[in-house]
């Protein structure tokens, strides 16, 4: 293709052989040449390297076929001279700009050209008219590029993935290379630094007080003695004021004299390694103090067996082999556990019970064996000092997969000492009994004989008061009247004693009993009192219980009565009675029957002189009083009365008091009628 007249002119050859020197000339640039008429949007010279097209014609390569058009990143040949156009609209003659090309070859391949666009004629309106083009086939170049920034991608990934960043510092330089992990580990934006580079030192303004020395000493020191490798741990705060622990492992690398030329190196985010690697410490610390307390208590188990006769074993019912424990092989053992044989199995359990309980032992274990139950049961053995030892077995079978019955376990307690005890206990509570039943006999008829001497004493008390109070002086009558008042107090402290006598000698007849009734009936007999005192007495619905209507009656009244007896001077009594249904905790706490029984939860409330609750138990003792006959009339039996009736109903009573506020009594009672027998 011809040389356009416009270049001969700017080299200004008149020579015939202008066209051939610069046809040379365009055709020696390594580059491919080309000139761009925009008027007649064609090329209007290619020079040889057009190869770098994949040898298109200029025809070709600016087609407005947009079918055959190979520029992969323009419409069509009208889209790019137009956008040319567009870019060189303001620019001057020789005025350059760069464009990326995406062509694809013929073949199919996608190539990536790089165009240096010089502007080199303008028309008579002044506007671009002719480019003057460089290209050069950038494809390999791009694609190392690419490369490069994803291995960076994945470094930085990794950076992220791992906690860490890397460094490297030129010897002599006043800059640091950091990498983007080792920003972000430190809290900092890396576009706030031109070019990646930190300023010498930066690094160590970070590192805690507490480190630095001993960080800048190995750091001199790896220097110094140019080590290859050196490694070392501080403590670090970073730009957002959180501490972190960083682990730093640098390389040194020296040229040919052995000198050091730079330092590379990376930082390590440990922090949470840190904790990981404290609590374990911790916890390997733990399980050392929890393996020695297991060996403590081993060594106390073992000490424990030896000091209460017993032991555990584990029998292997398919091997016929059993583990016996040390305080087991004492108790079959006697005085030496070195004559018990090597291996203990059932036989040799068997040659050790007596010939009595042998069938029945035997009849327990085939009966766990084939049921796959808990056991338990008393025996006797004789050890091999030939003593004769009563004991009790109780154990658990396990069992496999398939259901069969592998291993038998269990504890065996000597209680030949127990035994000894029980019938000793059993002999006192035989006399006990017996004894308690010749009291109560005796305070009965105590009590029910002294009746009528004291009734003669308070009748005569009273004629002779009556007739000849008179003829008395005032000491006499002072004197008969305090007669007459202790007869009277013993008169009913002896109807209080047979009636407390009654509680412990008698059989109660129980009946279905709405305590709704018999609470209203306590109250109509307390009316006139209720009424002098302007009590209050508020009731909540009562349940039914299977009960004595008399005790009820007898419990509920006293209670009543002390409610309006022990109130301070000038007070209008108030008193609430609630009841509700027992919780489970509550029986459990106070060892109540709660998996075979309900309980209803009784409270009878007021705001008298209240007690101490120091003295929560004393006041249900019997002739036990807090305060004297002078301040509040009584015997000190009426409370014992009522714990005797709540315990003959399998029940139980309990007192709470503050000082001058007042007393709540909470009963507790069953209500289930299969849960009592109908005869105490």
């Given amino acids: 293709m011809d040389v356009p007249k416009y270049l001969l002119e700017v080299f200004k050859t008149d020579t015939d052989s202008q066209s051939d020197i610069f046809n040379g000339f365009l055709q020696a640039i390594p580059s491919f040449v080309y000139l761009l008429d925009l008027t007649d949007q064609k090329a209007i010279y290619l020079n040889t390297r057009n190869n770098i097209v994949s040898g298109y014609s200029p025809k070709e390569l600016f087609s407005n076929d947009a079918e055959v058009f ?26 350059s700009q ?43 170049q791009n694609k190392i590029v690419d490369k490069t920034i994803q291995v960076q991608n994945q470094l930085n990934d990794a950076e992220k993935l791992f906690n860490y960043g890397s460094w490297e510092w030129w010897v002599g330089d006043n800059f640091v290379i950091w990498s983007d992990g080792l920003y972000e580990m430190f809290g900092y934006d890396k576009n706030d630094f031109k070019d990646s580079l930190m300023p010498y030192g930066f ?10 020395t001993r960080v800048i000493k190995v750091t001199m020191d790896a220097l110094d003695e140019r080590k290859e490798i050196y490694e070392y741990e501080h403590e670090m705060r970073d730009n957002k004021g959180n501490i972190k ?15 050091i030329i730079r330092v590379l190196g990376t930082s390590h985010d440990i922090t949470e390694i840190t904790k990981i690697k404290q609590e374990l410490e911790t916890k390997v610390e733990e399980l050392s103090k929890a393996y020695d307390e297991l060996r403590k208590s081993k060594d106390l188990f073992k000490e424990a067996e030896a000091m209460m006769s017993y032991g555990s074993y584990e029998w ?3 091997k016929d082999d059993i583990q016996f424990s040390d305080g087991l092989k004492r108790l079959y053992a006697g005085s030496d556990i070195t004559k018990l044989p090597p291996k203990l199995n059932l036989d040799f359990c068997y040659t050790r019970i007596p010939s009595e309980d042998l069938e029945n032992v035997k009849n327990v274990l085939h009966n766990a064996i084939a049921y796959k139950e808990t056991y338990s049961f008393e025996h006797k053995i004789v050890d091999l000092d030939g003593i004769e030892k009563d004991v009790h077995t109780k154990g658990w079978v396990t069992i496999d997969e398939a259901g069969n019955t592998l291993k038998l376990i269990g504890n065996t307690v000597e209680v030949t000492e127990l035994k000894v005890y029980e019938k000793e206990l059993e002999r006192k509570i035989e006399e006990l009994n017996q004894t308690n039943q010749e009291l109560g006999q005796f305070a009965y008829v105590a009590s029910h004989d002294l009746k009528e001497p004291l009734r003669k004493i308070t ?15 005032e000491n006499g009558r002072f004197y008969l009247s305090r007669m007459i008042d202790s007869a009277k107090r013993m008169e009913v402290l002896m109807e209080n004693l047979l009636s407390y006598s009654r509680l412990s000698r008698k059989m109660v007849s129980f009946e279905r009993l709405d305590l709704n009734k018999t609470i209203e009936n306590v109250l109509s007999d307390l009316e006139i009192k209720i009424n002098e005192t302007n009590a209050q007495v508020c009731v909540t619905k009562m349940p039914i219980l299977e009960a004595s ?26 008193i609430h009675i609630d009841a509700k249904e027992a919780t489970r905790g509550e029986l459990i706490r106070l060892g109540l029957d709660y998996k075979n029984k309900k309980y209803c939860k009784i409270t009878v409330k007021d705001n008298g002189i209240g007690f101490e609750q120091e003295y929560a138990e004393k006041i249900f003792v019997i002739f036990q009083r807090l305060h004297g006959r002078a301040e509040f009339d009584g015997t000190g039996l009426g409370l014992a009365i009522c714990r005797k009736i709540v315990e003959n109903h399998q029940g139980l009573i309990m007192a709470d008091g503050i000082p001058d506020e007042g007393a709540t009594f909470t009963i507790f009672l069953p209500t289930d009628p299969d849960s009592l027998n109908k005869k105490l």
């Fill in 98 to 140: 760069t464009l990326v090309l995406k062509i694809k070859t013929q073949a199919g391949q996608k190539i990536t050209v790089s165009n240096k666009v010089t502007l080199t004629e303008k028309d008579d309106d002044d506007l671009p008219s002719v480019l003057t083009v460089l290209a050069d086939d950038i494809t390999v």
């Fill in 245 to 259: 622990q960083i682990a730093v492992r640098g390389k040194c690398f020296l040229d040919e004299k052995g000198e």
């Fill in 459 to 473: 009748a005569f008390g009273d004629r002779l008061n009556q007739k000849y109070s008179q003829q008395l002086d």
């Fill in 549 to 574: 209507v008399t005790k009820m009656h007898q419990l509920f009244q006293n209670l009543i009565s002390n409610a309006l007896k022990f109130v301070k001077p000038n007070q209008t009594p108030e």
């Fill in 70 to 95: 190979p520029i992969q990143n323009f419409i069509s040949a009208e889209h790019f001279f137009q956008f040319l156009k567009d870019s060189f609209k303001d620019a001057a003659i020789n005025d």
């Fill in 203 to 212: 690094y160590q303004k970070h590192i805690s007080p507490k480190d630095i």
């Fill in 316 to 318: 292997n019912v398919q």
